[in-house]
Structures are given as structure tokens and as C-alpha cells.
């Protein structure tokens, strides 16, 4: 126990910024920046995808489905390592690690979030569009003023979750020497060098209380969206959770 | 851009990495799962239960597992937890395959969480007046589950059990951070002696896409099977 | 929402549409104004954190310092892992590499080297209480080493019938050894003597294995072809040999004084072969 406060004393500051002023900025603060600009870029991208996935055109529906199963079905290494590879080639100049890393994370994240967009869509009663079709909006204009809002809301907290899941899948810019917490944790084991266990189990530590908190934030809101969509009335049972949800969100 | 030259695939020690690397990939995976789908059964069975100790101390391996990235666990493990076992079997383990055997651990213990949540969801989508009219029938509690609720609640949470599954394979990727010799550490090592990067990773992408396709699959398969018509 | 969504397609778009093309580096790096310098950042004493600043500091960014200097711009370290340095730099992130690029052929096929700034014996090692003493005791056993590393290639050149397993960085090949999960590695000299050191004070001391696996020189990564830029570094080195500059960085952090405690038995020369 005593380990853990001399590390975190040592260095609590690497772990938390990198080498920040002196440098690069690092650790938990570099983590936290590229999940939430991961999901922020991919969420424009994912909404397209879903939009394409409920499509009746198949030249919308198929590249996006076939997009979609790819990303489902490719390991985030591997899709890294490829990214690494061609985003430059297709460039034609350099790209840094941390905009690696961004770009797999937004085309892998809008993938998840498509679906989850989907399942909004989905959920949502047919009589949405056909009401608002026939109030005279094309198509667009009903997704977009009257779908898309509601599905969005409506999934608030699967794609809360789906951040908390971005935030994880950042460890993996470790192996593209992406200098973020898990990067940081192992400069300090080669510092240290005899004391892993101490410095692992901070690095889970503060994995554990960030995502933790999200997941508990995402369930507050799913509490607050269920009483949303039961409608105002006292006493009313709040809808259980669609299968869909608990099925796509990890 | 040279043409692609997939002979570099058949050279040397490639085609020897590959099939090693193909096969553990196989074998974590279907060690991880076993351990995984029991784990997450009992873990479900327990959570039913009224114990509000065995409750929390669920609940507190359930959050674990699913806020820690799956990296760090497998380093947790591999370099952590393995140091406070005793030296005869830390010696053993390093002896025979340590490295697999803990990948495993991680990755089962984890998927097992999610499990757990997956199973408890389709065991709550079950009406209690079901399990109430089973005990008055005279089966016992073990027996109730046996025979009348995990068979429902397999099949409702069906969708989520095949989503991780796909999950726990994709994960098996990661074991190569700590020397397990699998797909993704044969794609590198072979990527790094080659310099052939294209022809490898396509090579990888097609055998990741290929399996997980065929467990979406399979699941599919299975779900159609077992859905009954319900009115 | 709305705003929101355009705004973040109009980021997407920025940061795709950015342009490309240089011409001569040198040229470029000088109106740029900033050199950047690939480097470990985990490998003491060339490249590691200092524990009071965090600022990435050793023998490596030294050099790179002084280059950066006489071109007259700014040093800016990128920190990189040891098989992403030649990707990083035929990739153009970085514009050289002082990151314990030790030469080999094949590395010679795909960038330029300066000319050698460091000589390292590349050893193996072993938990005392095996009592091995040469690497070709190592046959047949489990060595470790980084993946896509000089080290790892020596392995399996040099130690016959072994079985290589490679990681990501260094601190998990130490760990690894410690911990019993191989029997061998194979590293630099100098990452060895830091280690055995601290490694002496814990339960698991390690010994290092003799003769030699073998001895590498390590240059200053450069694409090939820029010939101006290539010219200009081995002129900075030739300067520092000179001045002496050389020997005080050597002695600075490796030298007596420090845990090393090594004399410099190698000049800045051009690396044959």
C-alpha cells in the first residue's frame, strides 16, 4: 500500500499529463482527449451509416452494412496496424500517432454508435413517419425533425456507454507508442523496473473510477429517458430495457 | 505501389507461424469461452439468490471487468498477479504455456462478466409467477432453474451471449502484448522479417473476418432454431 | 444539434483535407523551424523521463539537441516504440531517428545511417540462479527480446536452436526474465548494466552471459536520399568528436560518476559494411 502512495507521489504527474509542460501532453489527460474527440468526429459519420442502414436503397445499404460487419467483426489492433499503415500512404504525408489512433477510433466507433443509432430508429413506432409523412415532410425532413431527435434522445445512454468503451479502447494506442496512460504506465515500470503489480493495479485503478462514474452517469440518464418515454404518469413501470440495447452496447 | 507478392506467405518459417498462430488463436478462444459461459451462469445463479453479500460481491466483479480495458487486465494478470503466486507454481506455469494459461484467465474472467449481465437480463425477462407455479409443483430451486429458467433465458439473451462471444475472439488479439504466439503476433513477426505488410495483414483480416462472420452466424443459426412461436 | 452536427463534419473534413509534398528536408526542416527527433523515451541512459520534470532527456536527445542546434531550430522529441521507429521515419513523422538504432543490411536497405555515434554490445543475460554462462547455453530455451529489434534477429543468428519471444517494449522483456517467463534475453550492454544493478538489490538477480553476441553501431536514422541533410548531421558528429563534445555527453551519462561507470572505447567514425 505504501508502494502505491510512493509511486503515485513520484509519479502521479506523468500518469496524469505526460510530459506536459515540458512536452507532449500524455497519460489520463491524452486518453480522455481522444476518446472524446473520437466520438465527437465519428457521431456525424454514424448517423449517416444508420441512416444508410434503414435505407431501401441497396446502393445506400450495402456499403454500409458491409462497413458495419467489418468493423464487428476486426479486432481494433489489427484495424489499427492498418490504419498506421495506409492513412499515410493515402495522405501522401505524414501522420502522427495520436491522429492514427483518432481516425481508427472514429471509423470503428461510428460503426458501434450506426447501430445503436439503428436500434433507435427502430424502436421508435412506425407511426412517427408515416404521421409525419403525412403531414406532408418528405422523407429527410421527417427523419431529421422527427425521428432522429427522438432516436438520438432515446439512445443517450447506449452511446454513453459506447464512450466508455472508447475510453478503453484507447490502452491500445500502447502499441503505436501513443503516449497515453497505459504508454505512461509502462515509462514508469521501466523506471521502476521490480514493481509491476503496484503500477498496474493504479493503472486499472483509474481506469476503474473514470469509467466507472461514466457507467454510472449513463444509467441515471437511462433512468431518466425511461420515465421520459413512459410519459409523465405517476406510478407508471419504466419500460424494461430493449434487448437490442443490452445487446450492442458492451 | 509493387504488385502484391503472396509467395512471402509460404516462405521460410511463414506458413509454420501462421498455422501455430491460427491454432492458439482457436484454442484461447475456445478455453476463454468455456470459462467464460460457466463462470457467467454460476454468477447469474448467484445474483438470483437473496443473499445481499453474494449480491455486492457480484456486482463488484461485474463492474470491475467492465470498466477496466481488457489490455490492462491481461497485463494485470501476466505481470501482476502472477508475481504473488507461490514461486513452485509460478515456475510451473512458466514451464508450461504461462503466458496462454493467464490470456485465458483474463479473457474469460472478463467475458464472463458480461455474461453474467447478459444471462441476468433474459432471468429477469422471465414472470416470477413461472418460477413460483415450478416450486409449487414441488421442484426445488436448483431444479426450477435447471429445467425451466436458464433453458428461457438462454434463449432471450441469445443475441448478447453471441455479441461477446464475437467480442471474447476479437480480444484473443490482445495476448500477443504478452508473448502469446497467436495471429496477431504471427502477423507482426512476420510483417517485421518481410517487410510484406499488405499480403500479411490482408491474410489476418481475412481469417479475423471470416471467424467472427461465422460465429455471427452460427448464432443466427441457433436463435432461429430455438425461437418458439409465441402468440 | 444542428450546428453541432456541422460543425463536426467540418472538423472531419479539416483534418482530412490537410496538405502534402516537401522537397529537400534540410531545406524544409530550417523553415520549419523545429527538428523532429524520433526517440524511446523507456530506454535510460539514451532516452528517459526525468523523474523531477518528466521532460525526456539522455544521451540520444543530447545528440539530437545538438544537430537541432547547429541547424539553428528547435529540438521537438516525438517519443516512439522500438518497432515503429523506421515506419515512423519512411513515414515521414519524424524527420531523423536517435532512438538506439543499432545497423543491419536490411535496415541499410531501407534508411541511411550517420555515421556511428554509439557502439553497443548487444548481450545476453540470465537469472543467476540458473548459473548459465555463454549465450550458446541459451539453446534451446526461451529468450526475449523487442519485437523487431537488432537484439531479436541476433537471437536467432547467433544462439543456435532458440526460441525467440518478442514484446512490445522493454520494461515487459525485463519483467518477463524476472519473473521466470524466459529463460534468456537479448539486449543492448548498456540497458543490461542499469538493470543488473537494480536487478541486484531485488530476489532475482541476473547475470550477464559472455562473450558478446555481438557488437552493433548505432547511427542517426535518415531517409535516404536527402543527401544535404545527411551530409550536414555527420558534419555536426565530426565537430562534436572534435570539440570533445562527444566525449562529454558519453561521460555524462555514461561514464564514471554515473551507475554505468563505463569508459569510451569507440570515435565517431563512418559505419562499415
Not at chain 3, 530550417?30 to 526525468?50: D, H, I, M, W
Not at chain 3, 515521414?92 to 553497443?120: C, K
Request: hydrophobic letters at 50%.
Amino acid at each position: 500500500m505504501g508502494e502505491i502512495a510512493t509511486i503515485l507521489h513520484d509519479y502521479g504527474l506523468l500518469l496524469l499529463v505526460g510530459q506536459y509542460p515540458s512536452g507532449a501532453l500524455g497519460g489520463l489527460a491524452l486518453t480522455f482527449i481522444l476518446a472524446v474527440l473520437g466520438l465527437a468526429l465519428a457521431f456525424p459519420l454514424s448517423v449517416l451509416l444508420a441512416l444508410a442502414r434503414v435505407s431501401p436503397y441497396p446502393i445506400l445499404y450495402w456499403p454500409a452494412t458491409a462497413l458495419v460487419y467489418v468493423m464487428r467483426g476486426l479486432p481494433l489492433i489489427m484495424l489499427i496496424f492498418w490504419v498506421y499503415f495506409f492513412l499515410p500512404v493515402l495522405l501522401g504525408r505524414p501522420v502522427s500517432g495520436f491522429s492514427t489512433l483518432l481516425a481508427t477510433l472514429v471509423i470503428y466507433e461510428a460503426a458501434y454508435l450506426a447501430e445503436i443509432v439503428r436500434a433507435g430508429i427502430e424502436s421508435l413506432p412506425r407511426g412517427q413517419m408515416e404521421a409525419a409523412r403525412s403531414v406532408g415532410l418528405t422523407y429527410m425532413q421527417a427523419m431529421r425533425k422527427v425521428v432522429l431527435p427522438q432516436a438520438i434522445y432515446n439512445m443517450t445512454p447506449a452511446m454513453l456507454s459506447q464512450f466508455v468503451s472508447t475510453i478503453k479502447e484507447t490502452s491500445l494506442g500502447y502499441v503505436i507508442s501513443v503516449n497515453e496512460l497505459t504508454f505512461a504506465a509502462n515509462q514508469v515500470n521501466s523506471t521502476l523496473l521490480t514493481k509491476p503489480f503496484p503500477v498496474f493495479v493504479i493503472l486499472a485503478s483509474i481506469y476503474f473510477v473514470l469509467c466507472f462514474s461514466l457507467t454510472q452517469l449513463a444509467r441515471q440518464l437511462e433512468k431518466r429517458v425511461a420515465r421520459r418515454r413512459a410519459g409523465i404518469v405517476r406510478g407508471a413501470a419504466a419500460p424494461a430495457a430493449l434487448p437490442q440495447i443490452a445487446a450492442i452496447a458492451e | 505501389m509493387q504488385p502484391l507478392d503472396f509467395s512471402i506467405l509460404l516462405r521460410d518459417d511463414a506458413p509454420q507461424m501462421l498455422v501455430n498462430g491460427i491454432t492458439l488463436m482457436l484454442e484461447l478462444t475456445g478455453f476463454a469461452w468455456l470459462l467464460a459461459m460457466v463462470l457467467g451462469t454460476l454468477l447469474a445463479l448467484v445474483r438470483m439468490g437473496r443473499s445481499k453479500l453474494a449480491e455486492g460481491a457480484v456486482g463488484a466483479w461485474v463492474e470491475y471487468h467492465q470498466n477496466v480495458p481488457m489490455l490492462v487486465q491481461i497485463f494485470l494478470w501476466y505481470f501482476g498477479i502472477a508475481t504473488l503466486l507461490p514461486s513452485g507454481l509460478q515456475m510451473w506455469m512458466n514451464r508450461h504455456g504461462g503466458e496462454f494459461i493467464f490470456a485465458t484467465i483474463a479473457i474469460g474472467l472478463a467475458s464472463s462478466a458480461y455474461m453474467s449481465e447478459g444471462l441476468r437480463g433474459g432471468i429477469r425477462a422471465i414472470p416470477p409467477s413461472q418460477i413460483e407455479a415450478v416450486r409449487a409443483l414441488g421442484l426445488n430451486y436448483l431444479q426450477a432453474f435447471r429445467h425451466v429458467v436458464f433453458p428461457q433465458a438462454f434463449r432471450i439473451a441469445l443475441p448478447t451471449l453471441i455479441n461477446h462471444t464475437v467480442l471474447l475472439f476479437k480480444n484473443t488479439s490482445l495476448a500477443m502484448t504478452i508473448g502469446v504466439a497467436e495471429m496477431m503476433y504471427a502477423t507482426r513477426e512476420i510483417e517485421s522479417r518481410s517487410f510484406k505488410t499488405i499480403e500479411i495483414y490482408l491474410l489476418a483480416t481475412a481469417v479475423y473476418l471470416g471467424i467472427s462472420l461465422l460465429i455471427m452466424a452460427g448464432g443466427s443459426l441457433a436463435e432461429r432454431r430455438l425461437r418458439v412461436a409465441t402468440r | 444539434m444542428r450546428k453541432l452536427t456541422l460543425a463536426s463534419f467540418a472538423l472531419t473534413a479539416a483534418a482530412l483535407f490537410s496538405q502534402a509534398a516537401h522537397a529537400d528536408q534540410l531545406a524544409d526542416i530550417k523553415q520549419r523551424g523545429t527538428l523532429v527527433c524520433g526517440t524511446l523515451g523507456t530506454a535510460e541512459p539514451f532516452s528517459y523521463p526525468n523523474p523531477q520534470t518528466r521532460e525526456t532527456q539522455g544521451y540520444d536527445v543530447d545528440f539530437c539537441a545538438a544537430v537541432a542546434k547547429a541547424l539553428g531550430v528547435k529540438l521537438e522529441l516525438k517519443l516512439i516504440s522500438v518497432p515503429a521507429r523506421i515506419p515512423e521515419l519512411l513515414q515521414g513523422r519524424v524527420d531523423v531517428l536517435a532512438a538506439n538504432l543499432g545497423w543491419t543490411p536490411e535496415r541499410a536497405q531501407q534508411i541511411a545511417f550517420s555515421d556511428s555515434y554509439f557502439v553497443s554490445n548487444q548481450m545476453a543475460a540470465a537469472r543467476r540462479a540458473d548459473k548459465l554462462k555463454t549465450p550458446a547455453d541459451l539453446s534451446g530455451k526461451r529468450v526475449a527480446a523487442a519485437k523487431g529489434s537488432t537484439s531479436e534477429a541476433g537471437a536467432r543468428k547467433h544462439i543456435p536452436n532458440v526460441q525467440t519471444v518478442s514484446f512490445e517494449d522493454t520494461p515487459s522483456i525485463f519483467l518477463a526474465l524476472q519473473q521466470g517467463k524466459v529463460d534468456g534475453v537479448v539486449i543492448s550492454e548498456l540497458t543490461l548494466v542499469a538493470w543488473k544493478k537494480d536487478a541486484e538489490a531485488s530476489a532475482v538477480p541476473i547475470d550477464v552471459l559472455q562473450p558478446a553476441l555481438f557488437a552493433e553501431p548505432w547511427g542517426i536514422g535518415m531517409r535516404k536520399g536527402e543527401t544535404a541533410l545527411i551530409s550536414k548531421v555527420n558534419e555536426v558528429l565530426a565537430g562534436m568528436e572534435k570539440s570533445g563534445e562527444a566525449q562529454k555527453i558519453f561521460d555524462k551519462y555514461l561514464g564514471t560518476g554515473t551507475k554505468f561507470n563505463l569508459h569510451r572505447t569507440f570515435k565517431i567514425e563512418p559505419i562499415k559494411g
